[in-house]
């Protein structure tokens, strides 16, 4: 089983910064990449962010510029910094595999205030 523990979350004001950890254990050969997603009250889950085990990157266009995904020389945490907040960046963030794994961690709150 895969265990996923997000952290970094807070509270900032827009056009400030912050960067979110997931510290990332378990059977994970079964994704390609590991990324980021977020939930807005009211709204879906989406895609913000990926890196895949060779180092590729891809970005939900909303975010590009502003946020980068990176992880450790020990391949067990994944990184999320974020520039240049905007109230819609507001939400639950979470991490998980492409493709996604089954389980879910908590989450961390971001809220941009505006």
């Known amino acids: 089983q895969v265990r996923l523990v997000e952290s970094g979350g807070g509270l900032v004001q827009a056009g400030g910064s912050l960067t979110l950890s997931c510290a990332v254990s378990g059977r994970t050969f079964s994704s390609y990449a590991i990324g980021w997603f977020r939930q807005a009250p009211g709204k879906e889950r989406e895609f913000v962010a990926a890196?895949?085990?060779?180092?590729?990157?891809r970005y939900v266009d909303s975010v590009k510029g502003r946020f980068t995904i990176s992880r450790d020389n020990f391949q067990n945490t994944v990184y999320l910094q974020m520039n240049s907040l905007k109230a819609e960046d507001t939400g639950v963030y979470y991490c998980n595999g492409v493709p996604r794994w089954s389980s879910w961690g908590q989450g961390t709150q971001v809220t941009v205030s505006s």
């Open positions: 890196i895949g085990w060779s180092g590729t990157t």
